[in-house]
Nanobody, 115 residues
Framework: QVQLVESGGGLVQAGVPLRLSCAAS????????MGWYRQAPGKQRELVAD???????HFVDSVKGRFTVSRDNAKNTVYLQMNSLKPEDTAVYYC?????????WGQGTQVTVSS
């Protein structure tokens, strides 16, 4: 069974960078897609960024040019580097891993950006 544990969230001022990490226990194959979702109060959960096993990345338009996603397969870890943070980035951020038809979620980490 795979468990995902996020870390790195917190309260920051606008413009201050933050990096989220998600470490997976158990076996995550390099072919699995790894990524990050977020959910702000009163809004639906949305995909922020993901990265395939081959390193292809995808970002929601609102974070393009500000966020980067990367993975370390040897450590079963995916990262989300968030730069130029804005108050509208405030949300709970969830790690997500998809291996074929199986999907795993982390418990979420709060990111709050003050203006």
């Amino acid at each position: 069974q795979v468990q995902l544990v996020e870390s790195g969230g917190g309260l920051v001022q606008a413009g201050v960078p933050l990096r989220l990490s998600c470490a997976a226990s158990g076996t995550i194959f390099s072919i699995c897609a790894m990524g990050w979702y977020r959910q702000a109060p009163g809004k639906q959960r949305e995909l922020v960024a993901d990265i395939t096993g081959r390193g292809r990345t995808h970002f929601v338009d609102s974070v393009k040019g500000r966020f980067t996603v990367s993975r370390d397969n040897a450590k079963n870890t995916v990262y989300l580097q968030m730069n130029s943070l804005k108050p509208e980035d405030t949300a709970v951020y969830y790690c997500n891993v998809v291996c074929g038809s199986t999907e795993y979620w982390g418990q979420g980490t709060q990111v709050t950006v003050s203006s």
